[in-house]
């Protein structure tokens, strides 16, 4: 089992030192994984002038999974659009054809208070999220700004093809078998036709999933039923720009985003892994990030890629256990807990082992 | 003055009703406003085959100002595309030239318990969005469903000129000037083209308004503020398609969406009203709606189409009143206060004027 480990910018160095640390026990304990190291985001263009470049390009075709810390920063946003480190997550999207991206959005009962929203509308939430990520206005063509008329004119595309819609709702479908068997899918089919087609198609392969429930909602419906009563989802499912935004919506309901793992994954369930939250430049270096996000990305890859659900559920039942004994990095800590940094929080993980 | 009344579909008609005698007492008092009624939605294609004839078309286009219910419902959401009752609502839009959209999210102190947050977090709420209406994604072409290579292909088009995003651009900054001088501008410039073009100009026009402070923000980004803290907004400004989803996310943090009106203007300060909620097919009829969402949209036209403060006042005064009074519809109603139906309601906010 090869992986490519990317710590990339910001707190990404420092969290992924935690995971891996996580790794090697497992390692030490009889699996066999092989780490290698190479550069995506911002540390990719002050070494070699790409954000992904050939190496890393190499490493992550060849690897079976790839671990990923966070990459960005304001020192890199003043550069020409095609060296800007978000570039390179777009780019190993892309070329490694992650088309499936996993968000779990959960409430950890121990963290209930970090919630922003009423603890009765948010406990107990477990919803998982389920982007295209590939396709969509993200990289639909034509793009650009040009001058029409003597006038600036921006323009981007939103495409999908059936089959990109059918692989990535067989994959929101097998989820939701796994889990409470209620998939909504989400469109602007009023509006939209790329979204029309998107909801005929998931109305198709529907009959082959006669134990799920499909339903179907409006973007700004779901938008507003996220805030309003969360726990109405079990697997929801989109297209790229909108699972962009309510992804992110629905991790900030559990007010950990600290906390939340994301897959990545292609039609061989090969991956990739990441926390949910960026490369926070303004806590780099400090030892203070959270790592559980991304130790909860490792737990994530041993169950997707490398179908090693025991080595998944002994690493989220540590981070549990962790969260029981009270130990907080800042992000989470509240009256009560025990504040600990970046080495220390990854510390206590390896002890629960 | 004149008034293109639209009451549209499900309990547009009984809410409307109330908007009008509300206006109708103004009008006994002095005002001179003319009201003529026409169709559009469901009702329009239900008697004339299209979502926005040609009638409504005449009156929407003499009139100084348009009120409207709400339009849609299942009954026609099998018709095909171009009789759908959005299409009516979406070509009054463009034929009108209401580019301006604005959409205010204020929580009433006495509906706190309504929202699904915390008190803390947004008790004293009172966010207004500036939501592009008439460009984006929603107009731009190509469009359509077509087959390429034997497989069926979903397209639609982004796309902003300069002098779209420059208009809705000033529209924002004003609203800024005139509360408290803050304006986030929304956009996805990492990926999008369109929205790095939408930056580019709002920070041209900045220049004119030294008074205000322009922020940037990504819109999943925004998306998580939003639920995280809320009151950290003053204005927001963005293109169609991320206004709809943020502008719903947003009037649902106050849990009234029955209490929030909205605003569609052209150049020239004409405008549609209309209340932020929807036709809600399951209660027409019963005499059960909350039609102060309307009331409060026939304040906002007399502020912003008849520049007339001391009659948009003199209403909100009124419904403020009748909150304290502790007078509510089932859809605000709670332990404590006194459920009233939609007349009751309307009968109040005339007494309280
Ligand atoms: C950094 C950005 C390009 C990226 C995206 O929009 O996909 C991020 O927001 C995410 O969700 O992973
Ligand atoms: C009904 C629909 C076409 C409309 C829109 O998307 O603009 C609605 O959601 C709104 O926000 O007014």
Redesign the interface.
Known sequence: MKICVLPGDGIGVEIIAEAVRVLDVLNSDGLKMELEYAELGGCAVDSTGSPYPEATQKLARAADAVLLGAVGGPKWDVLPRPQ?P?RGL?GIRKDLNLFANLRPAVLYPELANAS???PE?VSGLDILIVRELTGD??F?EP???SV?DG?????????????EIRRIGHVAFKSAQKRNKKLCSVD?M?????????R??MIEISSEYPDVALSHML???A???????PKQFDVMVTGN??G??????A???T?S?GMLPSASLDENNKGMYEPCHGSAPDIAGKGVANPLATILSAAMMLRYSFANEAAATRIEAAVKKVLAAGLRTGDIWEEGTKRVGTREMGDAVIAAL
């Open positions: 800007r978000e777009l922003s929203l009423k509308v206005i993200y639909g793009r650009g700004i029409e006038k600036r004119v921006g323009r981007n595309t939103m495409i999908y093809n059936e089959d602007k009023n509006v939209l036709e790329t979204t029309q087609l998107w005929d198609v973007v700004d419906n938008a507003m039923q996220l805030v309003r009563a720009i909108f962009d935004i309510l992804s992110d919506e991790s900030m309901l007010g985003i």
